[in-house]
């Protein structure tokens, strides 16, 4: 058989029944509908989202900027449950870059709480957990072993203002803006997460067709990046 790893907190993907919603272009009519993101806005997340969903990466950092009373945070929340359910919130504010692989060695989706700074050392973690790399450890009771702790996965990075300094970053990232927040009619946080609830099985079987699509057009863009 084939072994499947479950990492502590891992949850399962919701199902539902074929219907007309089952279908890519629902993807952005929800986020547009909930969130009061624009056409671009929508798209880029859109192929976030497909990507997250295939392996092997690299993988591009969606980067969401907006004040403390956006709702980036509450997307960011969404957009993970979505991908990669889970028991597990925002990291918040890690001490060490190192404290990211760890991190990341236990989940699909790295989504990192808002920064309101992002350490050089910082910028090159995110970039080098989504385009792929690895922290190197001694090894117990080895005085001259390493063990090299490789990883390769989709971040979500949060901040108020445009934090990234790091050209190569800058380079691997989706960045999306939110406006001011009285720009559009807010909905409850729980009216947000209920009505994601509902939808959730139609919006994965949306994105599973658009990975579908991209798949049957991979040799057409083989060797392209994001």
């Known amino acids: 058989g084939i072994p499947f790893r479950r990492p502590p907190g891992m949850l399962p ?4 029944p074929s219907t007309e919603l089952n279908d890519a272009a629902y993807v952005p009519y929800f ?32 980067h969401l900027i907006g004040a403390p009373s956006s709702d980036k945070e509450m997307l960011a929340r969404v957009v993970k ?41 910082m910028a090159e973690a ?7 790399g690895s922290l190197a450890r001694p090894k117990m009771y080895d005085d001259q072993g ?5 990883v390769q996965k989709p971040v979500i990075l949060l901040s108020t203002s445009d934090v990234v300094g790091d050209w190569g970053l800058r380079l691997c990232r ?13 909905q409850p946080l729980g009216q947000v997460w209920d009505s994601f609830r509902a939808d959730q099985p139609h919006l994965l079987a949306g994105l599973l067709q658009a990975v579908s699509c991209s798949l049957a057009n991979a040799s057409a863009h083989r060797g392209s990046h994001f």
């Open 146 to 150: 390493i063990v090299l702790t490789r």
């Open 13 to 16: 993907f919701r199902t539902a």
């Open 174 to 186: 989706l960045r999306i803006q939110f406006e001011d927040a009285e720009g559009h009619d807010r």
């Open 31 to 62: 986020f547009a509908a909930t969130f009061g993101l624009t056409d671009q806005q929508t798209q880029l997340l859109s192929l976030w989202l497909t990507a997250a969903l295939m392996s092997p990466g690299p993988y591009p950092v969606l």
């Open 126 to 132: 995110v970039r080098s957990i989504a385009t792929g």
């Open 81 to 121: 449950a979505l991908v990669d359910p889970s028991d597990s919130d925002l990291v918040q504010k890690p001490r060490e870059a190192k404290d990211l692989f760890f991190v990341a060695h236990g989940t699909h989706v790295v989504a990192l709480a808002s920064m309101a700074t992002l350490p050089q050392s």
